[in-house]
T-cell receptor, first 112, second 111 residues
Framework: KQEVTQIPAALSVPEGENLVLNCSFT??????LQWFRQDPGKGLTSLLL?????REQTSGRLNASLDKSSGRSTLYIAASQPGDSATYLC???????????FGTGTRLTIIP | DGGITQSPKYLFRKEGQNVTLSCEQN?????MYWYRQDPGQGLRLIYY???????QKGDIAEGYSVSREKKESFPLTVTSAQKNPTAFYLC??????????FGQGTRLTVV
């Protein structure tokens, strides 16, 4: 059974800093990995999708990397802003079916 | 507008009642999902469907039921067998193997 872990569970950093969020998964036979953000009481917003054949994806100040062999993905946020404060979740999809398994999330607070 | 619509936003259930949460998408996506989120926790998969008239149990299917009679609709029924139904319920959809998109959620409370 796929297990997805995100450490740390919570992170606070001053505005303007660069930061890295981590996602680990136990079964490396994944088809793709997706990063989301969730604001309190809201649904999830898709940030980046990395296919298993890719090493990284970029969107604006966000960069996600994938290392399947080690079962790890990182989300890099450059020049953090208070509006980046949210919970960030990663999810993996296996080959052969559409089941998405989520990590436990990292609650990020950017201090002005 | 294209997207995923969940209704209602808030729902209250009396003990012993069944309630149905609605999820509709107009994105022409094949796959649809239902997740449950408890305070301070991640998302746990209840059911998912890869195609019309087919669905699979997720990790916490007990006390829940679904149907997928139309591509755009994937309703979730929370039955009286679900002993702790108070939670935030999220519906999602995706094309096969591609990016998943989420609705805004339904908050269910037992009164």
């Amino acid at each position: 059974k796929q297990e997805v872990t995100q450490i740390p569970a919570a992170l606070s950093v001053p505005e303007g800093e660069n930061l890295v969020l981590n996602c680990s998964f136990t079964d490396s036979a994944i088809y793709n990995l997706q990063w989301f953000r969730q604001d309190p009481g809201k649904g999830l917003t898709s940030l980046l999708l990395i296919q298993s054949s890719q090493r990284e994806q970029t969107s604006g100040r966000l960069n996600a990397s994938l290392d399947k062999s080690s079962g790890r993905s990182t989300l890099y946020i450059a020049a953090s802003q208070p509006g980046d404060s949210a919970t960030y979740l990663c999810a993996v999809r296996p080959f052969g079916n559409e089941k998405l398994t989520f990590g436990t999330g990292t609650r990020l607070t950017i201090i002005p | 507008d294209g997207g995923i619509t969940q209704s209602p936003k808030y729902l209250f259930r009396k003990e012993g009642q069944n309630v149905t949460l609605s999820c509709e998408q107009n994105l022409n996506h094949d796959a649809m999902y239902w997740y449950r989120q408890d305070p301070g926790q991640g998302l746990r998969l209840i059911y998912y469907s890869q195609i019309v008239n087919d669905f699979q149990k997720g990790d916490i299917a007990e006390g829940y039921s679904v149907s997928r009679e139309k591509k755009e609709s994937f309703p979730l029924t929370v039955t009286s067998a679900q002993k702790n139904p108070t939670a935030f319920y999220l519906c999602a959809s995706s094309p096969r193997g591609i990016e998943a998109f989420f609705g805004q959620g339904t908050r269910l409370t037992v009164v």
